[in-house]
């Protein structure tokens, strides 16, 4: 079976991955204003509920299952054979999952009525195989569908929610939205899966694999969705919820632009590793590197420049305490496309779960303790010092394992250029920032300068990612606009 390009995999994929922050960044100051703070955290809370009840079910398949298929890529009789077996343990886990998600919850707790609402959401998982797609590296099968379904979301929540009663209606267009879009993805499956007998079936042989990489999900989840339910319960402050999970919306925005390539990698490592090639696991690996300093940096400094003014502005008023949860959060960024390389794109990708599943339980310890120490004095921003300091964790754990290909110190060699960069980058945007009022118009300002100030200095030093990249990008375009 003929692969798509890395390039071209990760531009589809991070069109994917894009349309599910889209809707929530564009949305975002509409709903703040309509909402407000209280039932955004609402939404916060229960969601994060509904997490852990959909890793349950899901097991590790996703992340296992991308990798099993990504070894059988050219093998139409073993991927559909591994793809059969992974979706019936997947159906029969998650149906076990949302009937104790439905008499736990769904029963006359608080927010019972919302969480009845996100059973479909629940439901909708048992249907995702954007994983299957993912390994055999045919990213667009998964885009224009989503588009169309994320497009329409979009609309509905323009059109429908239009007071601060319309918090079901927000939770119901979410969760059909994600229903309606791992439907349709289905479509496309007969093209790339044959008929298996299903007595032939081996369900055992997944189960040890699929439970190694079950366990640092758990862990992972603590410190990505766990750091919301402990604001609610250590604060009983849903307004605290919501400021923390407005936050969260742009910095996700961020993390999701890194994990795409990430994401790519990870067929493109797991084949090179079945196939012995060293080289080119090592060559994927220095490109993962100097793409995520390359954007992870001005990410950061872009988001401390620009918080103060950009909060106002964009989520109305009650929001305030937003912008410092948004500038302790920014750095994140950094660690978590650190510690994706390191971890989900190597370790997971070799064989080596069982130094993963250490690494990011070692996370979550800190994570809690952290959450424990900070949320009762400092709240959101607590849990946001506790989730940066977590992730770092994490990747240096997991760089001990990691010294075959790179050490610490050739991992942040890389970065100085990026660093100096990204500082001068800062200094300018705010200075400009300070003699501008807040709007809109000002801020994408600040960033357009703080951009190419950013880009002007790393081609001043002859930063040679960069510039290849650039001409990439420039030969794309062009040679697309001389064929049409």
Not at 293 to 307: N, S, T
Request: with cysteine; proline share 2%; glycine share 6%.
């Amino acid at each position: 079976m003929k692969k798509n390009s890395i390039a071209k995999n990760y531009i589809y994929n991070l069109i994917y991955q894009m349309l599910t922050i889209f809707l929530p960044l564009v949305t975002t100051p509409y709903l703040s204003r309509i909402l407000g703070a209280k039932q955004i955290g609402i939404y916060g809370y229960t969601t994060s509920i509904l997490a852990y009840f959909i890793l349950f079910g899901s097991l590790g398949i996703a992340m296992y299952g991308q990798r099993e298929i990504a070894y059988f890529q050219n093998k139409k009789d073993k991927r559909s054979k591994v793809f059969w077996e992974l979706i019936i343990i997947r159906f029969v886990t998650l149906i076990i999952s949302t009937l104790i998600f439905y008499f736990v919850y769904v029963r006359g707790v608080r927010y019972s009525f919302y969480y009845k609402i996100l059973l479909i959401q629940l439901v909708a998982n048992i249907f995702d195989i954007s994983w299957f797609f993912q390994g055999i590296e045919e990213f667009d099968k998964t885009v224009i569908r989503n588009l169309i379904v994320k497009l329409l979301c979009l609309v509905l929540i323009f059109t429908v929610v239009k007071t601060y009663d319309d918090l079901w209606k927000y939770f119901l267009i979410y969760a059909g939205a994600e229903f309606i879009g791992n439907l349709s993805i289905w479509l496309y499956v007969p093209k790339y899966i044959e008929k298996v007998d299903i007595g032939k079936l081996n369900f055992k042989r997944h189960i040890k694999p699929t439970l190694a990489l079950f366990l640092p999900q758990i862990a992972i989840q603590i410190y990505t969705v766990l750091d919301k339910t402990m604001i609610g319960v250590l604060t009983n402050n849903m307004v605290e919820v919501g400021l923390y999970e407005q936050a969260q919306k742009i910095v996700r925005a961020g993390v999701i632009i890194l994990g795409a390539l990430q994401t790519v990698m990870n067929s493109r490592i797991a084949n090179a590793y079945a196939n012995n090639d060293e080289k080119e696991i090592h060559l994927c690996l220095e490109k993962s590197f100097k793409f995520v300093w390359l954007f992870a940096i001005p990410m950061m400094f872009g988001l401390i420049g620009v918080a103060y003014k950009f909060v106002p502005w964009y989520y109305g008023k009650g929001f305030d305490g937003v912008t410092n949860i948004l500038i302790f959060t920014s750095p994140i960024l950094i660690a978590i496309g650190l510690n994706g390389i390191t971890g989900v794109q190597y370790l997971v990708q070799v064989g080596k779960q069982n130094i993963f599943t250490k690494s990011v339980i070692f996370g979550c310890l800190i994570n809690v303790v952290c959450n424990l120490i900070l949320i009762n004095k400092y709240g959101g921003v607590g849990a946001a010092i506790a989730s940066f300091l977590a992730e770092f964790c994490i990747f240096l754990y997991q760089s001990r394992y990691f010294k075959r290909e790179f050490t610490l110190f050739q991992i942040f060699e890389l970065s100085y250029k990026n660093f100096i960069c990204g500082i001068f980058m800062l200094i300018v945007i705010m200075i400009v920032s300070h003699f501008l009022p807040v709007s809109i118009w000002n801020t994408l300002l600040e960033l357009f300068v703080g951009g190419v100030v950013y880009v002007g200095l790393l081609l001043l030093f002859n930063d040679e990612f960069l510039r290849d990249l650039l001409k990439q990008v420039y030969y794309g375009v062009t040679n697309r606009f001389m064929r049409s």
